[in-house]
T-cell receptor, first 117, second 113 residues
Framework: EADIYQTPRYLVIGTGKKITLECSQT?????MYWYQQDPGMELHLIHY???????EKGDLSSESTVSRIRTEHFPLTLESARPSHTSQYLC????????????????FGEGSWLTVV | AQSVTQLDSHVSVSEGTPVLLRCNYS??????LFWYVQHPNKGLQLLLK??????LVKGINGFEAEFKKSETSFHLTKPSAHMSDAAEYFC???????????FGTGTRLTIIP
């Protein structure tokens, strides 16, 4: 298994609060991702990064922002949380396997469950 | 259009019997195919992946999947289900020239004692 860590695992916060979800990986992977998953639903890509100082928005529009100042760290921030942000957020990173990049394996963290009340 | 379809949202099998979770994809390009498992309140764990080296792929925990190009399928199987296999399973595809993962909607596997 890959070493990718997310904190906090569970968080309940009030509306309007600022929250940062932390994600770190110790494998030197260049690519990192944030996915959002509502209970019982499929995953949606909200942000990704190809390396330091690179960030891109994913397929699902999100009010969150990300930064990539260090290779191993890819935090996600919500400036003003709302109940609609209640969801599970999964961080992932991509190993550089042999062969073309579309065959690279993506490893996931255990997720951060956010509840906004 | 490129897509992945998991044909069953819920599968129930008795402990000790075979498991079959079905996945089909549509694409004009060469795919990479993955199966991930998600246990309650956990992240996704890679079970296995297909990258064109061999059509029958063996994964962890006794699972395997066979890539059938003529049927555009990548079904996941296990000869004998164990209680610990109860989880949500996602078929995931990535296509040549597009690095983003496309997830199926998931199949919830229930094991009957």
């Amino acid at each position: 298994e890959a070493d990718i860590y997310q904190t906090p695992r569970y968080l309940v916060i009030g509306t309007g609060k600022k929250i940062t979800l932390e994600c770190s990986q110790t494998m030197g992977h260049d690519k990192m991702y944030w996915y959002q998953q509502d209970p019982g639903m499929e995953l949606h890509l909200i942000h990704y990064s190809y390396g330091v100082n690179s960030t891109e928005k994913g397929d699902l529009s999100s009010e969150s922002t990300v930064s990539r100042i260090r290779t191993e760290h890819f935090p996600l921030t919500l400036e003003s949380a709302r109940p609609s942000h209640t969801s599970q957020y999964l961080c992932a990173s991509s190993a550089r396997d042999r062969g073309p990049r579309y065959q690279d394996t993506i490893y996931f963290g255990e997720g951060s469950w956010l509840t906004v009340v | 259009a490129q897509s992945v379809t998991q044909l069953d949202s819920h599968v129930s099998v008795s402990e000790g019997t075979p498991v079959l979770l079905r996945c089909n994809y549509s694409s004009s390009y060469s795919p990479s195919l993955f199966w991930y498992v998600q246990h309650p309140n956990k992240g996704l764990q890679l079970l296995l992946k297909y990258t064109s080296a061999a059509t029958l792929v063996k994964g962890i925990n006794g699972f395997e999947a066979e890539f059938k190009k003529s049927e555009t399928s990548f079904h996941l199987t296990k000869p004998s289900a164990h209680m610990s296999d109860a989880a949500e399973y996602f078929c995931v595809v990535r296509f040549f020239g597009n690095e983003k993962l496309t997830f199926g909607t998931g199949t919830r596997l229930t094991i009957i004692p």
